[in-house]
């Protein structure tokens, strides 16, 4: 079991930055990928992010350049650098893990909101 607790994020107005953070603890070998995840209203989750153990990235075309993943593994954390917000990017956040060998996403956070107003 991977225990995970997002946190960071807040209303900003359109054009600014946000940092999320994602603590994750337990059984951190099941947290060899780590992503993020987003739901806006009346819409599906979709994926924004994910860094793997030796730091490979992958971004959402709506993110990429926008967007940061990057993970601290002596500290179990993981975040999320937002900047240059729209207000599409409005919805909550997910933190996500999973291991090497699995395709899907078990473990998830909480979820932590994020509005951007235009």
């Known amino acids: 079991q991977v225990q995970l607790v997002e946190s960071g994020g807040g209303l900003v107005q359109a054009g600014g930055s946000l940092r999320l953070s994602c603590a994750y603890s337990?059984?951190?070998?099941?947290?060899?990928?780590m992503g993020w995840f987003r739901q806006a209203p009346g819409k599906e989750r979709e994926f924004v992010a994910s860094?793997?153990?030796?730091?490979?990235?992958q971004y959402a075309d709506s993110v990429r350049g926008r967007f940061a993943i990057s993970r601290e593994n002596a500290k179990n954390m993981v975040y999320l650098q937002m900047n240059d917000l729209k207000p599409e990017d409005t919805a909550v956040y997910y933190c996500?893990?999973?291991?090497?060998?699995?395709?899907?996403?078990?473990?998830w956070g909480q979820g932590t909101q994020v509005t951007v107003s235009s």
């Open positions: 996500a893990a999973r291991g090497a060998a699995v395709g899907s996403y078990p473990y």
């Open positions: 337990g059984a951190t070998f099941s947290a060899n990928y």
């Open positions: 860094i793997n153990w030796t730091g490979y990235t």
